[in-house]
């Protein structure tokens, strides 16, 4: 009888800051996740942005997730070192006329509104210079399974995305999709927010020929206001007790948690949590009148 192959997971923070209360939850419920399925939980420090990136965030980010008793497997992946990689890739779209090249300017790209109208698309324009690169993106995506919210039929939510800026910086979509396909990454666990781009980051996939992930967002923390928490927001860091962010994400998820754990060392929540599952607790269930990732507020 064939084995059943192991589950790949990962945690792929930006090193722009250390994690905050969403990025926790990220971070716990990947780990959760693939944890309790007996598979490998990968770290990957996304800082193919490097104007972005803080001295000492990395560091700050492996001892936030020691606090909570979270453990990786094999080498921590940083995107800063796999440029060619990338630029493979794009060049592998070019071949095949998934990319192409874009003139476009900030001060052009603003007054399109929320949605690039594929200017460029069918060339550029007599005397213009190309400055990025953009997927070439159909207009309707097939239709996918995300593991909490069920069937989602999510479009371009702008329009054909860079992968190539005009900084020479390798954008998020598609660093993510080259490093998750070279790792072998089976399931992706990660925040609500990035549910509407998976569309596009699978049709990018069937591109490169490589294979789906499953997919799973998980609801968004957000502040008094009702802003999702973020670094580009300026959310706060998280300092707090290991303890507390661990009963604080597990209520995030919607479980019940004992009364009798609070103050008990990570890896006795951590431990408690892996238990749990083995018994049948869901990681994360959507309430039946949701129509996609809830918003939560934030605790302390």
């Not at 209360?21 to 193919?48: K, P, T």
């Not at 802003?227 to 707090?240: C, E, N, Q, V, Y």
Request: with cysteine; charged share 20%.
């Amino acid at each position: 009888m064939p084995s059943t192959p192991t589950v790949v997971g990962r945690f792929a923070p930006s090193p722009s800051g250390p994690l905050h209360a969403g990025s926790l939850l990220a971070a716990i419920g990947s780990a959760l996740s693939v944890r309790s399925q007996g598979g490998r939980w990968l770290l990957r420090l996304e800082d193919v942005d490097a104007g972005r990136v803080r001295p000492g965030a990395a560091d700050a980010i492996l001892r936030q997730l020691e606090a909570l008793a979270l453990d990786w497997d094999g080498p921590v992946l940083t995107q800063a070192a796999r440029k060619e990689r990338y630029q493979d890739a794009l060049k592998a779209l070019q071949e095949q006329g998934a990319a192409y090249p874009c003139a476009c300017t900030r001060q052009d790209i603003r007054g399109f509104g929320a949605r690039y109208p594929g200017t460029c698309r069918q060339g550029l324009a007599h005397g213009r210079q190309p400055r990025s690169w953009r997927l070439r993106v159909p207009d309707t995506l097939p239709p996918w399974e995300d593991r909490f919210h069920g069937r989602q039929d999510t479009p371009a939510p702008q329009g054909d995305p860079v992968l190539l800026r005009a900084d020479s910086y390798f954008a998020y979509i598609l660093a993510c999709v080259v490093d998750d396909g070279a790792q072998g990454v089976s399931e992706v666990i990660r925040g609500g927010d990035l549910l509407s781009i998976t569309g596009v980051q699978r049709h990018l996939q069937n591109a490169l020929n490589l294979p789906h992930p499953q997919y799973g967002h998980l609801p968004l923390l957000c502040n008094a206001e009702g802003r999702k928490l973020s670094k580009s927001a300026d959310s706060p860091a998280w300092t707090g007790d290991p303890s507390q962010a661990w009963e604080e994400t597990l209520r995030a998820l919607g479980w019940t948690t004992p009364v009798g754990l609070r103050g008990a060392s990570a890896g006795t929540w951590r431990d408690w949590a892996f238990a749990r599952m083995a018994e049948g607790q869901p990681l994360y269930r959507v309430s039946a009148d949701a129509t996609g990732p809830r918003r939560r507020t934030a605790l302390s």
